[in-house]
């Protein structure tokens, strides 16, 4: 498939449809979605054709990412949970904190998957632990797993959240209380 910067493109894993704006070389692009920038692979986005059919030229390729089975909790480190000198538990999201070899990604979306799964489970087994609140800790960044992570906990009964200390953490954190 060949891509071209005022293509229309449609995102393959996730709801989305925009613009790519450059190509960045390889098959890293720039896109425009709704207003907003990002980097995607060619394995993320797909050209939409005149007729508004979508070129799936690369279909295999495609359910392979979308077929592969990833078991997350397997790649896990330690640092990512712990508890602040206040006694509350910090969630760190920073894929660094989680794993040890970010090379098992192969996209930007393989990581934000993951780092939501790491952060639901987290969140629920301290909830049945009788937590009463938490820290997650995001960082800044374009601010995508942020805005994730608000939306899950949107989904969640009894969770309320507000921006963490910015004396402590920047922006580049969320708490939490049950």
Known sequence: ????EGD?????????EGTLTKVLGGSLFEVEIDGFT???????I?????????DFVDLAS???LMMKDVNPFKKQKRGA????????VEIDLHLYELVDDESSFETNTEKLKYQ????????NAHRERGEKHMIIIHGV??????????????HMLGVRYHDASFKHYGRGATAVEF
């Not at 498939?1 to 071209?4: H, I, K, N």
């Not at 229309?8 to 989305?16: F, N, Q, V, Y």
């Not at 960044?141 to 949107?154: K, S, Y």
């Open 116 to 123: 939501l799964e790491f952060c639901r489970k987290e969140i």
């Open 8 to 16: 229309k493109i449609k995102l393959l894993d996730e709801a989305g």
């Open 62 to 64: 495609t359910n392979k």
């Open 1 to 4: 498939m060949s891509l071209a």
């Open 81 to 88: 949970v712990r508890r602040n000198p206040k006694g509350t």
């Open 46 to 54: 797909v050209k939409v054709l005149e007729d508004d059919e979508i």
């Open 141 to 154: 960044g374009e601010g995508i797993l942020r805005h994730e992570v608000r939306l899950m906990l949107d």
């Open 38 to 44: 990002y980097t995607k692979t060619s394995s993320e």
